[in-house]
């Protein structure tokens, strides 16, 4: 039986949240209705929680971060059935552009990603398109399952970027993403993984993840790159932060012929000064990568299931929806959580 109202946690202004009783989706014949049972916080989440992104798409109601289990299907739907859990990939494309065609539809002009451009999982039900819906078994609980979504990202970036066995990286910044590019970068073989880090419970985190070094004085970071990588700088050095004297920082810790992936959202005007003739005298390349897709999905919940990542630092702070101004208000209130989710039914 579907309900006709639900639960949601509506964002009707910037850093304004309302618990409000909305219509239930409705879904298509060719999607899903997904009861939702967990969600994690996002960075994204905080950027449309402050106005900084999607602020035109308000009222919204965020969240991408999902797990749940199947209620009903659409009649076109042959291949998943109600009862199932499930995750989904949140990128919708048009399917039919330039970039839809060469599966890069995170560039496709009309892309629409679930939470983020339209209504999303901080709610009892969302409905997806079913060949964007992933199922999988007992294996892991929500608590894991809901984390596949931010570490598809880290699994695209990888390859975005390259990543080699035995290559040295530097992940500046080890908050919730940093952390996860340390451990991608660990499980792929880089050697040495150098993580730069002011806070020092993310620090601590950061060691226990896997980073072999660990730099909390941003004064010494480039000498101790440089010691650490036999005086070159690193092959590939990831921004994870955001901010654009990192950015800058980030360019000066590569060696000649290094890369540098753009990780960090910022805010749309932020531009930072580059040497286009240091670029091209030392063969360097810089490249961008915003969210995880497709097969990247599959991989990172394939890992998840394997324990191939430390996730326990991800899943200690569990909150309920209607606790979800409060948690919004002071998310950076305590850096050991390196995730905050938010538990919207029981299974």
Known sequence: ??????????????KKFEIQQVPVPAYGDDEVLIRVTQCSICGTDVHIYNGHYSRDKLPLIPGHEFTGEILAVGRNVSTLTPGQRVIADINIGCGHCFYCRRNELLNCPEIRQLGIHTNGAFA????????LVIPFGDA???????LTEPFSCVVRASKKIGLKIAESVVVIGAGPVGNMHIQMARLLG???VIAVE??????????????????????????????????RGADVVIESVGHPELYKQALTFMRPGGRLLAFGLTDAETEIAIKPLEIILQEQMIQGSVAGMGEDMHQALHLL????FITSPFCEA??????????????FANPQHLKIQLRIAQQ
């Open 1 to 14: 039986m579907i309900p006709e109202l639900m639960k949601a946690a509506v964002l009707t202004a910037p």
């Open 124 to 131: 009892e039900y969302v409905a997806v398109p079913a060949r």
């Open 140 to 146: 892991i609980p929500d608590n894991i399952a809901c």
């Open 190 to 192: 880089a050697a040495p």
């Open 198 to 231: 002011l806070n020092p419970q993310r620090a601590e985190l950061a060691r226990r993840c896997g980073a072999d070094k660990v730099i909390t004085e941003p004064e010494r970071a480039l000498e101790q790159i440089k010691q650490f990588t036999e005086g």
């Open 305 to 308: 299931t394997h324990q191939r």
């Open 318 to 331: 569990v909150h309920q929806l209607e606790d979800i101004q409060q948690v919004f208000s002071s998310l």
